[in-house]
C-alpha cells in the first residue's frame, strides 16, 4: 500500500499476519496500534503478550514514521532496535507513538513508545538505513 493511501481508508489497514493497524502516518510521526488476540500471549497460564510480538510493533511503527519522510521510491530498512520492556502488555488494546529523532542522507534515528492504557508498555530506539532507491512504477 502507497503511504499516502493510509489516512483515505475507511478502516485503517492490517499490517501482516499480526493484525496490527496504522492509524496514522505522517511528517516523521506514526500511530499504530493492535488489538490483542489470545494467540499474541504466551499461553492460558501466562497470559502476558510476547515479546517479539512488541518487538515486530514497534519495528512496524518506527517503518511508517520514516516510510512518511521518504518519497515512493526510497526504501530502507532496519540496522538495529534496542527496546526496554517495561510492564508486560495483556488483553486489550497496544497503541504505538513513532518519531523519527533524526534522518540523514544515510540512516535515521527512530524513538517509540508502545502504551496499553495510559501506561507504558516498552520504549525502542532503532536506526534505519536507506538502502537502495526503485524505480517508479515498477
Known amino acids: 500500500m502507497e503511504n499516502s493511501d493510509i489516512n ?4 485503517p489497514p492490517k499490517q501482516g499476519p499480526l493484525g496490527i493497524q496504522v492509524m496514522e502516518s505522517k511528517d516523521g ?9 489470545n494467540w499474541h500471549l504466551h499461553s492460558k497460564e501466562d497470559p502476558r503478550v510476547g515479546g517479539g510480538v512488541i518487538m515486530a510493533l514497534s519495528d512496524s511503527t518506527a517503518h511508517f514514521a520514516i516510510q ?3 518519497e515512493d521510491n526510497e526504501l530502507h530498512a ?5 527496546i526496554n520492556f517495561i510492564r508486560p502488555g495483556r488483553e486489550g488494546v497496544l497503541e ?4 523519527i ?3 540523514g542522507s544515510r540512516f535515521a534515528v527512530s524513538e517509540v513508545s508502545i502504551k496499553q492504557d495510559g501506561k507504558l508498555v516498552a520504549k525502542a530506539q532503532g536506526t534505519e538505513t536507506f538502502v537502495w532507491k526503485r524505480e517508479k512504477n515498477r
Open 78 to 82: 532496519t540496522v538495529d532496535v534496542k
Open 29 to 37: 510521526k506514526s500511530r499504530l496500534r493492535l488489538e490483542v488476540q
Open 68 to 70: 512518511s519522510l521518504l
Open 8 to 11: 483515505s481508508e475507511p478502516n
Open 96 to 99: 504505538a507513538e513513532g518519531l
Open 101 to 103: 529523532l533524526y534522518k
